[in-house]
């Protein structure tokens, strides 16, 4: 497993780190805590050291803190050997309708969340905090950074991140002054082969700053793994059986373009190890988070992590791909 410096804060990340939103249930169908312990430890013999995960990664119980709970059981004894990066802000209440989910990104919040975050997780402090994806009116930068910058004198946190949502545009300007400062020393971004407009809107920023990286939903919320087709069916805890066939079949139209990488890659043999070696293929990159709930998921995320970049001419022609694309905003909850 190769390594990566997480921008300036001193912290090595494997180029492959360990999404673990479907560990908490609730989103990509069933999920066993035995398994989602069984496959930490795969990654960790692969040579993973990142874990990124939140509160709210725990939709099946209606309550902040399944996938940390898991996280804390897979990783005693095993502490030093990772990194560990969680969030704060979207918390559940005990409804699993993400509407209705509190939202709460003040300072405040920042140091409970912290707290209970650290006792579900079994440690003494969290290498990275984000901001987890706020939108533009809820979020006072201020006072969020600020009770971060607290934490992380304190020692409870190492770093002060903050996680983009959807629209990157949305809070960017209120946010750049604290990537300018170093405040903040890592973003968590949205980016893949369907959706790549961070490349524009925020990269250049982040390598004038020397922000760390870390690349979320690099497999577009499966779109990018061949693992289904507009015919699939999916259970009712599955956040795809609330998507409508046109749009399932729009995203696997426009996934399909990019299968010459395929074509012109001997060593990659199908999308989604295209999808992550091109995520990788930026600089600006530190890491990358696929998430996976079984053992069998992490093998087939991780059997191209020794790969080279792809080459100058092909992220051109993925750019090419792109151009014009829109991704639809996933439905939620009713």
Not at 179 to 196: D, E, F, K, T, Y
Not at 207 to 228: C, I
Not at 252 to 265: D, G, P, T, Y
Request: with cysteine.
């Amino acid at each position: 497993m190769k390594t990566r410096q997480l921008g300036r804060t001193g912290i090595e990340v494997s180029e492959y780190g360990l999404g673990t939103w479907a560990m908490g249930g609730g989103i990509y169908g069933m999920v066993d805590d035995s398994e989602s312990i069984r496959t930490i430890h795969r990654a960790e013999d692969h040579g993973v050291n990142f874990l990124d995960t939140a509160p709210m990664y725990s939709i099946s119980e209606r309550r902040d803190g399944r996938a940390e709970r898991v996280i804390g059981r897979a990783l005693k004894g095993r502490r030093d050997k990772w990194t560990i990066a969680t969030k704060f802000g979207r918390h559940l209440n005990g409804s699993e309708n993400w509407k209705e989910m509190d939202q709460d990104f003040s300072g405040r919040r920042a140091i409970q969340s912290v707290e209970e975050s650290l006792s579900r997780l079994g440690t003494d402090h969290l290498d990275v905090l984000f901001v987890h994806s706020p939108p533009r009116d809820l979020f006072d930068p201020d006072d969020a950074f600020g009770a971060m910058e607290k934490l992380r004198k304190e020692g409870k946190i190492r770093v002060v991140g903050y996680s983009f949502w959807e629209s990157i545009e949305d809070t960017l300007d209120i946010v750049e002054p604290h990537l300018r400062s170093g405040l903040v020393g890592a973003v968590q971004v949205i980016i893949s082969l369907l959706r790549p407009q961070a490349e524009e809107v925020l990269f250049p920023i982040l390598r004038e700053t020397g922000t760390g990286v870390v690349a979320r939903e690099a497999l577009a919320n499966g779109f990018l793994t061949d693992s289904f087709t507009t015919e699939s069916a999916f259970d009712q805890q599955h956040n795809k059986s609330r998507m409508d066939r046109e749009l399932i079949e729009d995203r696997l139209r426009q996934a399909n373009k990019f299968k010459f990488i395929v074509e012109e890659r001997e060593d990659i043999q199908n999308l989604p190890e295209a999808a992550l070696v091109w995520t990788l293929s930026h600089p600006e990159v530190s890491c990358v988070v696929p998430g996976a709930k079984t053992v069998a998921e992490l093998e087939q995320c991780l059997v191209r992590a020794d790969a080279e970049p792809l080459s100058d001419s092909l992220m051109i022609r993925a750019k090419e791909q792109s151009a014009g694309y829109s991704w639809v905003p996933n439905p939620q909850p009713k």
